[in-house]
T-cell receptor, first 116, second 111 residues
Framework: ETGVTQSPTHLIKTRGQQVTLRCSSQ?????VSWYQQALGQGPQFIFQ???????GRGNFPPRFSGLQFPNYSSELNVNALELDDSALYLC???????????????FGAGTRLSVL | DQQVKQNSPSLSVQEGRISILNCDYT??????FLWYKKYPAEGPTFLIS?????DKNEDGRFTVFLNKSAKHLSLHIVPSQPGDSAVYFC??????????FGTGTSLTVIP
């Protein structure tokens, strides 16, 4: 069973640029969630995709957007990067959105984004 | 707006003793609670969960207790082992599409 993989591992961008982060979900999982984790903080929920549609969103501005593909892999896009966007971005997948299976998420190791 | 709080940033426990990690929440709409464990340079790993309709769930050395009236949950690890040393995150979800994490508690188990 293949786990959640994220690419790239590290990324350096300049303020104002745009970035795309990628995630392959665990085999058999159709739901993907994205999180931002600042240093010393817990993961903050950005949004969730279920069957290629946004299914839930946290308190993040519209310049954070996403996609989910038919194979359930996903992208996180961030436009007009700001210095405060520097963080670890985590992707997590689950099987569905309800019950025990829908709530237990399997995380990738993350992409470390630095905005200069 | 911190809806899930872990007020103890760190905890040290002797090997073989009990570790108790605490978590408080504010939103009564949360219907599922989870604990994750995180090692450096890795993503969080699921440890144990509990539905809001239960007050206790046990899995081996790990037990989670939920007190809905106090909006409090705790994770008990008995006996604690050095390999349990990690950061532990408490998380809560509402309707399976909104997730909130605490800031984590760093557990050190001393051999």
């Amino acid at each position: 069973e293949t786990g959640v993989t994220q690419s790239p591992t590290h990324l350096i961008k300049t303020r104002g640029q745009q970035v795309t982060l990628r995630c392959s979900s665990q085999s058999g999982h159709n739901t993907v969630s994205w999180y931002q984790q600042a240093l010393g903080q817990g993961p903050q929920f950005i949004f969730q995709y279920y069957r290629e549609e946004e299914n839930g969103r946290g308190n993040f501005p519209p310049r954070f957007s996403g996609l989910q593909f038919p194979n359930y892999s996903s992208e996180l896009n961030v436009n007009a990067l700001e210095l405060d966007d520097s963080a670890l971005y985590l992707c997590a997948s689950s099987r569905g959105t309800s019950g025990r299976e829908g709530n237990i998420q399997y995380f990738g190791a993350g992409t470390r984004l630095s905005v200069l | 707006d911190q809806q899930v709080k872990q007020n103890s940033p760190s905890l040290s426990v002797q090997e073989g003793r009990i570790s108790i990690l605490n978590c408080d929440y504010t939103n009564s709409m949360f219907d599922y609670f989870l604990w994750y464990k995180k090692y450096p340079a890795e993503g969080p790993t699921f440890l144990i969960s509990i539905s809001s309709i239960k007050d206790k769930n046990e899995d081996g050395r790990f037990t989670v207790f939920l007190n809905k009236s106090a909006k409090h949950l705790s994770l008990h690890i008995v006996p604690s082992q050095p390999g349990d040393s990690a950061v532990y995150f408490c998380a809560a979800s509402a309707f399976g599409n909104q997730f909130y994490f605490g800031t984590g508690t760093s557990l050190t188990v001393i051999p």
